[in-house]
Nanobody, 123 residues
Framework: QVQLVESGGGLVQPGGSLRLSCAAS????????IGWFRQAPGKEREGVSC????????YVADSVKGRFTISRDNAKNTAYLQMNGLKPEDTAVYYC????????????????WGPGTQVTVSS
């Protein structure tokens, strides 16, 4: 059974950093695309950064480029999102998701989701 569990969210001041983790189980992690998405109240879920297993590319949203970095440790079945220079507009619930065939960073392409972790950026 595919399972994803996010951790590492919390309250941070503007300019601060957080590292989110996504622990995966129940599937061959290194064969699957992995992505981080976020959803703020009243807004649609958006792709933040994704690594595709199909074409090997990494996708990063323009809004976080230069501040957020996605990575994965296949030996630990874990994906990470390092977030630096956090801004109030980064406040959202952050989700990790996976799919065997996904290319790009559109939420509709991913069919397995974690429950999410709240990130709040505020002074």
């Amino acid at each position: 059974q595919v399972q994803l569990v996010e951790s590492g969210g919390g309250l941070v001041q503007p300019g601060g950093s957080l590292r989110l983790s996504c622990a995966a189980s129940g599937f061959t992690f290194d064969y699957f695309s992995i992505g981080w998405f976020r959803q703020a109240p009243g807004k649609e879920r958006e792709g933040v950064s994704c690594i595709s297993s199909r074409d090997g590319n990494t996708y990063v949203a323009d809004s976080v480029k230069g501040r957020f970095t996605i990575s994965r440790d296949n030996a630990k079945n874990t994906a990470y999102l390092q977030m630096n220079g956090l801004k109030p507009e980064d406040t959202a619930v952050y989700y990790c998701a996976t799919d065997r065939l996904a290319v790009g960073c559109s939420a509709i392409a991913y069919d397995r989701w974690g429950p999410g972790t709240q990130v709040t950026v505020s002074s």
